[in-house]
């Protein structure tokens, strides 16, 4: 398995993280890799980009404002993904990680740096997504005190 993790603070309260990341249905309004999301049944999403890639998630593990676990597939690879939210003085520190099994032989080598990418660009976005967020630079991500 390829795992790749990040870890940030937010200023924000966890309830209000937590809130933004896990509603799966508006993801299309915040995040610029979802063009719309299904959901099939409870706990279960399929989101869809653009140029009509989906992936299927399925929720492992639910612990409100604390941990959330999901089993992902696509026609690439399979995984899970661990969200761990904690409250610090600052707000939020978040830890997300991913881990994945390419399908493909050929796409070992690339899905390191592809996740890397993904997770950059959800916690840019999900920034934005909070309300008056600072810029990155005021950021101290993983290094911050809590």
């Known amino acids: 398995m390829i795992r790749s993790t990040i870890e940030e603070v937010l200023f924000a ?14 993801y299309p309004a915040w995040r610029s ?3 719309r999301v299904e959901a099939p049944g409870p ?11 989906s ?10 404002c604390r941990r959330w676990e999901f ?3 696509n026609a690439n ?6 969200g761990l ?19 493909k032989w050929f796409l070992r080598p690339l899905v390191g ?16 997504a909070l309300p008056e967020q600072p810029s990155s630079e005021n950021s101290r991500g993983g290094d911050a005190p809590c």
């Not at 690879?77 to 661990?82: D, I, K, P, V």
């Open 33 to 35: 890799d979802v063009s």
């Open 55 to 64: 992936t299927a998630f399925a929720t492992a593990v639910w612990e409100p």
């Open 43 to 53: 706990g279960q999403w399929i989101e869809h980009t653009a140029d009509g890639f």
């Open 113 to 128: 740096g592809y996740l890397k990418k993904q997770q950059a660009r959800f916690l840019r976005e999900l920034r934005q």
């Open 77 to 82: 690879l399979t995984g899970r993904w661990t």
């Open 71 to 73: 089993d992902l597939e």
């Open 85 to 103: 939210f904690f409250p610090c003085a600052e707000g939020t520190r978040v830890r997300f990680t991913e881990q994945v099994q390419p399908k």
């Open 13 to 26: 309260p966890p309830e209000q993280v937590w809130q933004i990341v896990t509603e799966t249905a508006r």
